[in-house]
T-cell receptor, first 115, second 111 residues
């Protein structure tokens, strides 16, 4: 099956710093990538939908200036958490789909801890 | 309020028992998927249903998509400890290429 890779898998940073998380589709061109946030034992909350070469579409309540999403190529999308605070600590997961197949391929997730 | 509501939220059963998880919405979906997730990992796709009324079987798991394409269910027969995990339904709306996840069902199967 298709492979989506996230990096880093774990990151710890100080409050006020920015953190970038990468999401790569390794063996296919992802027309659309999605970014989710997940709290412990909770479901995935869609943050934004990212299409290659265009601005991301953010869900209501998600600060676009706080969570910068860039989808510069068909194989890479990045999420940058700017000026991170402890409340931004969470598990962030990306997924990708291609050719409107209706199937999502997930990355392994990135656990962010802000001290 | 989430687009897809799952019930129950938590379920703890003995090995060998049967269970059903429900995924309900007031919205219509072009397709609906079920995932299983283990702690610290990304969700793993179990099945995709695309036709209203569709029933799919995957060994001990039976998935059903409602006729109106607004709801789905997952039935597990003779649950095993290896079935323990967070079960998530997810759907994409006809109105856009966006996938939304259900509220999740945490299943624990006790040996």
């Amino acid at each position: 099956g298709a492979v989506v890779s996230q990096h880093p898998s774990r990151v710890i940073c100080k409050s006020g710093t920015s953190v970038k998380i990468e999401c790569r589709s390794l063996d296919f061109q992802a027309t659309t990538m999605f970014w989710y946030r997940q709290f412990p034992k909770k479901s995935l909350m869609l943050m934004a939908t990212s299409n290659e070469g265009s601005k991301a579409t953010y869900e209501q309540g998600v600060e676009k200036d706080k969570f910068l999403i860039n989808h510069a190529s068909l194989t890479l999308s990045t999420l940058t958490v700017t000026s991170a605070h402890p409340e931004d600590s969470s598990f962030y997961i990306c997924s990708a789909t291609f050719a409107n197949t209706g199937e999502l391929f997930f990355g392994e997730g990135s656990r962010l801890t802000v001290l | 309020t989430q687009l897809l509501e799952q019930s129950p939220q938590f379920l703890s059963i003995q090995e060998g028992e049967n269970l059903t998880v429900y995924c309900n919405s007031s919205s219509v979906f072009s397709s609906l998927q079920w995932y299983r997730q283990e702690p610290g990992e990304g969700p793993v796709l179990l099945v995709t249903v695309v036709t209203g009324g569709e029933v799919k079987k995957l060994k001990r798991l039976t998935f059903q998509f409602g006729d109106a394409r607004k709801d789905s269910s997952l039935h597990i027969t003779a649950a095993q400890p290896g079935d323990t995990g967070l079960y998530l339904c997810a759907g994409d709306l006809y109105t856009g290429n966006q996938f939304y996840f259900g509220t999740g069902t945490s299943l624990t199967v006790i040996p």
